[in-house]
């Protein structure tokens, strides 16, 4: 006899359903059932009931907004933000410990098994306070030009932005340009326009990067002069596609790795966290050794580079030109240093071009490094230290040189990105 085919679920509504959040999901969405299908609920725990509006279809399910919390689970924790919530840029404050460290952990253990690896090399969660020294911030003016300007995070996956006015995970000399930033916004953009402000604590002073689809006018250059030297600023660009039009630069901006100098692209890469990277270059230490010469391959602007220069020879490879540029310079006073602009990705270092080397640190973006990976896997290195910003592809990157004879002796997580599911890592690997 043919089995009769399951009924088809009935479209959503629009109208708001009760629902009670069973599981968290492994962003840390609780996630209710409706008709069959999975429903996910940002900010939600499990326990509890809400009034809910489903919405798009989300991979095997839809996606979820609360409209109402009825009652809620007994795990709930109090969030530390008035914006939770609405705000996108956290969405584990809601979490208790247990629950917060099982879905920052959970990506990972998930895509570690998924290649055959068995999760018991990851160590415990290294947790950071949560102060975060760079941001990317929407500015928009409302079209009516008496509306106050916005500043802030976008909400969860909303275009609209989020007018902060606290933020629990930025360092307090960055939230302090909030206010500073939304009084100028009408001297910087037009009514109905939005810019991108980029604030980076570097070690000589702030950096701010406008991004904007239009030149600065007279009016915005002198509101941005003025604040520059109120809020003592180190450095202005104005950002329009690829031309940087520098603004105001009161000193040189600076980041210092391990006692070294390096000029700060408008822009550049830096660890969120200065704590973070601290623990980042100490498991890179402690996973090259003594081996030398080392490669740091994706360098960046020399955060490993130059801490494993102390013990000899190393050779930074990177793709991005300021980067480059800027290592470059820093490493003409400091021994043991080279520096190659190369994609990685389009050209990664062969395995015969490996062979000088006795050790390698890779710290790919989201990506990965799945060309250079294999070339790594194919060496006759003995040490390879992993660091990624992404379970899924250092997963992916990590059973290639396990394929290749590696042994993955050890995963150190780090919750740089407090709040959030992304997780930091590094990972050392031995033949």
């Known amino acids: 006899m043919r089995s009769r ?42 326990g509890d009931r809400v009034r809910a509006q489903i919405g798009a279809r989300r991979g095997s399910g839809h996606e979820g907004r609360v409209v109402e ?50 999760p018991a090399v990851v160590a415990p969660l290294r947790a950071v306070p949560p102060a975060r020294r760079r941001v990317r911030l929407g500015l928009v003016r409302p079209r009516d030009p008496r509306a106050p300007a916005v500043l802030g995070f976008r909400e969860r996956f909303r275009h609209a932005l989020v007018d902060v006015r606290e933020c629990a995970v930025l360092e307090s ?54 604040l520059a030297a109120e809020c003592d600023l180190a450095r ?13 630069e009161r000193r040189p901006v600076r980041v210092i790795f391990s006692g070294t100098a ?49 013990a000899g020879r190393v050779h930074a490879v990177e793709g991005d030109a300021p980067a480059v540029a800027a290592l470059t310079q820093a490493a003409a006073g400091v021994p043991h240093v ?20 006795a050790a390698a640190v890779f710290d790919p973006p989201r990506a990965g490094a799945d060309n250079q990976t294999a070339e790594l896997a194919a060496s006759k290195l003995e040490t390879v230290v992993a660091v990624s910003c992404n379970p899924a592809t250092f997963a992916r990157d990590a059973a290639r040189l396990i394929a290749g004879g590696f042994r993955l002796e050890r995963v150190v997580p780090i919750d740089q990105f407090v709040w959030t599911p992304h997780l930091e890592l590094v990972a050392a690997f031995r033949r």
């Open 338 to 357: 080279t520096v190659e602009r190369r994609d990685l990705d389009r050209d990664p270092l062969s395995a015969v071009e490996l062979t000088p080397y």
């Open 5 to 46: 085919r399951p009924a088809k679920p009935i479209r959503p509504t629009g109208e708001p359903l009760e629902l009670t959040v069973e599981r968290l999901g492994p962003q840390g969405d609780g996630i209710a059932n409706w008709q069959g299908e999975p429903v996910f609920l940002p900010f939600t725990v499990p």
């Open 262 to 310: 390096v000029p700060f692209p408008p822009g550049g890469f830096l660890q969120a966290s200065a704590v973070a990277e601290a623990l980042l270059v100490a498991e890179v230490v402690a996973g090259i050794g003594e081996q030398r010469p080392a490669l740091d391959l994706y360098a960046g602007l020399g955060t490993f580079t130059l801490a494993l220069a102390h």
């Open 236 to 248: 202005i660009i104005w950002r329009t596609g690829r031309d940087d039009i520098p603004v105001v």
């Open 173 to 226: 000399p960055l939230f302090s340009l909030i206010d500073p930033l939304r009084r100028i916004a009408p001297d910087l953009i037009a009514a109905g326009d939005a810019a991108e402000a980029m604030l980076t604590r570097c070690d000589s002073g702030v950096d701010l990067l406008i991004e904007c689809t239009e030149p600065p006018g007279l009016a915005a250059l002198e509101a941005l002069a003025s």
């Open 69 to 118: 919390r009825i009652t809620s689970g007994p795990r709930r924790a109090t969030p530390v933000c008035r914006h939770f919530g609405q705000c996108g840029a956290c969405s584990l404050q809601h979490l208790a410990a247990e629950d917060y460290q099982a879905v920052k952990l959970g990506a990972l253990h998930t895509a570690l098994r998924r290649v055959g690896i068995y």
